[in-house]
T-cell receptor
Framework: QQQVKQSPQSLIVQKGGISIINCAYE??????FPWYQQFPGKGPALLIA?????SEKKEGRFTISFNKSAKQFSLHIMDSQPGDSATYFC???????????FGKGTLLTVNP | NAGVTQTPKFRILKIGQSMTLQCTQD?????MYWYRQDPGMGLKLIYY???????DKGEVPNGYNVSRSTTEDFPLRLELAAPSQTSVYFC?????????????FGAGSRLTVL
């Protein structure tokens, strides 16, 4: 069964700190790894994504680190802000299956 | 450009009742999806469609039905509602040309079955 395991389930960070969320996958055919951000009462929205031909992708304060040999990828939020408080989902897809498999989500709270 | 629109936003059903969650998109996306979100469980795919007239089951299809008569609309039908169907439902769409796996989600429909 295709799985994406996400940790931690919840995370509390002080303003200005670094938030780190980790995901691990099993299917070596996966070749697309997005992160979605969801605010309360809203639908998830694509935040940032990476393909396995690079080990890191940065967009502003958000960085994905990718370790192909370990089958792991992580989201780093630098200088975390209270406005970053949301639920974050990692996901993966690839091979003959374009459909995304989602992790269970991480509730991030950034305290002021 | 409204994106993905879901109605209703909230609904309470009694056990055994039926209802349809509506989803429409105005982006001319050919792929559409229905997910359910339960606390701590992530997003589970219920049904998906790759174009008008074509639908297929996802991970958790039991108790649901879908149809896709137009590119824009992808309603989700719940027959004989059960408490286990209490959840938040999200419709999403994507375009094969720019990435079938790049999803745009609606705002969700919260369903409670009592």
């Amino acid at each position: 069964q295709q799985q994406v395991k996400q940790s931690p389930q919840s995370l509390i960070v002080q303003k200005g700190g670094i938030s780190i969320i980790n995901c691990a996958y099993e299917n070596t055919a996966f070749d697309y790894f997005p992160w979605y951000q969801q605010f309360p009462g809203k639908g998830p929205a694509l935040l940032i994504a990476i393909r396995p031909d690079v080990s890191e992708k940065k967009e502003g304060r958000f960085t994905i680190s990718f370790n192909k040999s370990a089958k792991q990828f992580s989201l780093h939020i630098m200088d975390s802000q209270p406005g970053d408080s949301a639920t974050y989902f990692c996901a993966a897809s690839g091979g003959s299956n374009y459909k995304l498999t989602f992790g269970k989500g991480t509730l991030l709270t950034v305290n002021p | 450009n409204a994106g993905v629109t879901q109605t209703p936003k909230f609904r309470i059903l009694k056990i055994g009742q039926s209802m349809t969650l509506q989803c429409t998109q105005d982006m001319n996306h050919n792929y559409m999806y229905w997910y359910r979100q339960d606390p701590g469980m992530g997003l589970k795919l219920i049904y998906y469609s790759v174009g008008a007239g074509i639908t297929d089951k996802g991970e958790v299809p039991n108790g649901y039905n879908v149809s896709r008569s137009t590119t824009e609309d992808f309603p989700l039908r719940l027959e004989l509602a059960a408490p286990s169907q209490t959840s938040v439902y999200f419709c999403a769409s994507s375009y094969e040309g720019t990435g079938a796996n790049v999803l745009t989600f609606g705002a969700g429909s919260r369903l409670t079955v009592l």
